[in-house]
């Protein structure tokens, strides 16, 4: 299971770090994406890294987003710089074992969703 955290309100050209738990022994053998959902939008891709740390981000928010895990605490992490009214959007983090970091990017199949955080950026 994954249950996605930190959240909230903040201005534009703040910050934000989302955390992702995972349970389970082998949390560490398993892809991990970010996904977002703007109202009145599709789901979409946000970020994604692989068991070793490689990563792959969606342009919209490459140099301002990093994602990063720690598999002794089976948590993924998105930390989220520079954000803009238009980053608002219910944050889901997700799981797959076995894909690389871009393959990520395709929601369909994915192991596993957590429920989502909500990221709301004032301008």
């Known amino acids: 299971q994954l249950q996605a955290s930190g959240g909230g309100l903040v201005q534009a050209g703040g910050s934000l770090r989302l955390s992702c738990a995972a349970s389970g022994r082998t949390f560490g053998r398993y892809s991990m994406g970010w996904f977002r959902q703007a109202p009145g939008k599709e789901r979409g891709f946000v970020a994604a890294?692989?068991?070793?740390?490689?990563?792959y981000y969606a342009d919209s928010v490459k140099g301002r987003f990093t994602i990063s895990r720690d598999n002794a605490k089976n948590t993924v992490y998105l930390q989220m710089d520079s954000l803009k009214p238009e980053d608002t959007a219910v944050y889901y983090c997700?799981?797959?074992?076995?894909?690389?970091?871009?393959?990520?990017?395709?929601?369909?199949?994915?192991?596993?969703w957590g429920k989502g955080t909500l990221v709301t950026v004032s301008s």
């Open positions: 997700a799981a797959d074992r076995g894909r690389t970091a871009q393959s990520m990017s395709q929601q369909k199949g994915m192991d596993y």
């Open positions: 890294v692989t068991w070793n740390s490689s990563t």
